[in-house]
Each structure stands twice: as C-alpha cells, then as structure tokens.
C-alpha cells in the first residue's frame, strides 16, 4: 500500500505571503496527483490535478511534480485568510480506483 | 449543477444497531466511493462502485457493505455498527476517465455509541 505523507502538518502565513506545501510518495510507478482544500466540516475541493514531471498552474495555485525525488508540492500565490484550510495531497496510478491521501496540512493565512 | 450530496449529514448510533448513509449523485458518473476520514490516517477507502449493480471493496472494507441501485444512488451500510466506526465518511463520484477526477460531497458525521 501506497504511502503519502505530508509536511509540514501546520503552517501560519500572513496574507499575500507565497505558501508552500510539501508531500512525498512511496510508489515511484504513481502517475496521478491532486491538491485538495478542505474547509472546516465541508467537502473536498480539488484544486490541482498533475500527471506529468513539471509544473501545472491553476488560477493562484501551483503544483510541481518531481517524480524521480517521489515529491509533489503545491505552492500558494498571495493567500487570503479564506484560504485558511486543510490542504490533502492524493496519489494513484492511472487505472487503479484507489487514490491514496495524506493526512494533511492545516494553512492559516492571518490579515 | 452537478453535485454529491450525503444524507444524514449528522447521526448518532447504537452500538450494534444498523446504519445506512446515503449517498446521491447528479453527475451521471459511472464510479462512486466511499471513503472514511479519521485523525492520523487521512482519507481511506471502503468500497466503491463501477456503475449500477456493482461493488467493489477498498482498502478497509471490513464492518461495511455497499449497494449501488442505480446510477445515482450509493449506500454505505453498517450492519452492526461499533465505536470503532465513529468517524466521518465522504461519498465521491468520478467518470473513470483518464484523469480519474473524483466529485466529493460534504460528508457525514456519524458517531456511535
């Protein structure tokens, strides 16, 4: 069974700071990686999915995947305090139903 | 809008009684899943589904089954629910297709006593 963890498991940045999340991946064979933000009691919003070594922007939410280090990151451009989440990293090869989740960063963007 | 929706979203259950979460999609996805979310362990799968008909067990399926009647409708059953299961469950929806996207709905927190 896949491993995903995630660091740092709390991070407090101001508003408009850049914020940056860290996961690392066990199976170097995934293909198929995805940010989700999850606010307090709600579902799970994706934000970024990546199939490929580089980089992928989505609106102020950029992803870079490294798969030879087994690392996937998901950087934050000027963050605002609705941004204060839970951000999950999840991982799967393609063709397998079974994405596997960290366990999670909790961001909190302070005025 | 295409949408998942859970219901309860909120119950409280006997120890050794019979739970039933429901479980609603209008994206007209083929694949749905129920997943468990729980302090220290992240988001982890119990059964899903292929389409009407089918289910398929997950990672912990154990103390679970799954029905999936139609199209649009999962049920996550809990025959005899115990403490253990006390936790928060997510349905999900996806097309199966290439990027494999899964639709979250807003969860369920079920606690049992």
């Known amino acids: 069974q896949q491993k995903v963890q995630q660091s740092p498991e709390s991070l407090t940045v101001s508003e408009g700071a850049m914020a940056s999340l860290n996961c690392t991946f066990s199976?170097?064979?995934?293909?198929?990686f995805r940010w989700y933000r999850q606010h307090s009691a709600k579902g799970l919003e994706v934000l970024v999915s990546i199939f490929s070594d580089g980089e992928k922007e989505e609106g102020r939410f950029t992803a870079h995947l490294n798969r030879a280090n087994l690392h996937v990151s998901l950087h934050i451009r000027e963050p605002q305090p609705s941004d204060s989440a839970v951000y999950l990293c999840?991982?799967?090869?393609?063709?397998?139903?079974?994405?596997?989740f960290g366990k999670g960063t909790s961001l909190t963007v302070i005025p | 809008e295409a949408a998942v929706t859970q219901s309860p979203r909120n119950k409280v259950a006997v120890t050794g009684g019979k739970v039933t979460l429901s479980c609603n999609q209008t994206?007209?996805?083929?694949?749905m899943y129920w997943y468990r979310q729980d302090t220290g362990h992240g988001l982890r799968l119990i059964h899903y589904s292929y389409g009407a008909g089918s289910t398929e067990k997950g990672d912990i399926p154990d103390g679970y089954k799954a029905s999936r009647p139609s199209q649009e409708n999962f049920s996550l059953i809990l025959e005899l629910a115990t403490p253990s299961q006390t936790s928060v469950y997510f349905c999900a929806s996806g097309d199966g297709g290439v990027s494999y996207e899964q639709y979250f709905g807003p969860g369920t927190r079920l606690t049992v006593l």
């Open positions: 999840a991982n799967s090869n393609t063709g397998y139903q079974n994405f596997y």
């Open positions: 199976d170097g064979t995934s293909n198929n």
């Open positions: 994206n007209n996805h083929n694949n």
